[in-house]
């Protein structure tokens, strides 16, 4: 989607070395989501934010951590990265003026850890 | 009992044919319900979402609704070689995250 940019869109990593990935929106929606989408397990939550500062874990959070300083970008940081964590990651937003909450995602990054 | 089931397919239905994709999910207190298409290598695209029991129609694409029994459907018809994705259910847990199925790889044979 225009509205949602991530980067890169591509990476290879070293296991141990740390990693960030980032997302950026144009729509000044109030949510933003990290998810990443495996074969067999479809689109699980990581991390999310429902404001600036405002973070909570999501279903496998474990080895993540993330940062929002500017209402337009949310960051995914692989502290030490592990060959578990090769995956494609997806950002996504939701909010704004809209109910029903929807939503949106960016292209993605395909993350590989050798 | 996962929160959001869908058939894994490959559900294969013929062109110009009527493609059926179902979902069920196990919370009652669920009151969104969204369909994404994700084609190969691409992100999920927000194609419909239903709120209300009964049936919503955008072109060609009529998702259902029965809370009662706890399933959305996604119906497409006369469907097209362009319409072969997975189609993914998700249903709302809070007003601002969603559970996710794990999709239904749809295949549309010319």
């Known amino acids: 989607d225009a509205g949602i940019t991530q980067s890169p869109r591509h990476k290879v990593t070293e296991t141990g070395t740390p990693v960030t990935l980032r997302c950026h929106q144009t729509?000044?929606?109030?949510?933003m989501y990290w998810y990443r989408q495996d074969p067999g397990h479809g689109l699980r939550l990581i991390h999310y934010?429902?404001?600036?500062?405002?973070?909570d874990k999501g279903e496998v959070s474990d080895g993540y951590s993330v940062s929002r300083s500017k209402t337009e970008d949310f960051l995914l940081t692989l502290e030490s990265a592990t060959s578990s964590q090769t995956s494609v990651y997806f950002c996504?937003?939701?909010?704004?003026?809209?109910?029903?909450?929807?939503?949106?995602f960016g292209p993605g990054t395909r993350l590989t850890v050798t | 009992q996962k929160e959001v089931e869908q058939n894994s397919g490959p559900l294969s239905v013929p062109e110009g044919a009527i493609a059926s994709l179902n979902c069920t999910y196990s919370d009652r207190g669920s009151q969104s319900f969204f369909w994404y298409r994700q084609y190969s290598g691409k992100s999920p695209e927000l194609i419909m979402f239903?709120?209300s029991n009964g049936d919503k129609e955008d072109g060609r694409f009529t998702a259902q609704l029965n809370k009662a029994s706890q399933y959305v459907s996604l119906l497409i018809r006369d469907s097209q070689p362009s319409d072969s994705a997975t189609y993914l259910c998700?249903?709302?847990?809070?007003?601002?995250?969603?559970?996710w199925g794990a999709g239904t790889k749809l295949i549309i044979k010319p």
């Open positions: 996504a937003i939701s909010g704004g003026d809209r109910i029903g909450y929807e939503q949106y």
């Open positions: 934010s429902y404001g600036v500062k405002d973070t």
């Open positions: 998700a249903v709302n847990k809070s007003n601002y995250q969603l559970i």
């Open positions: 729509e000044n929606h109030r949510y």
């Open positions: 239903i709120y």
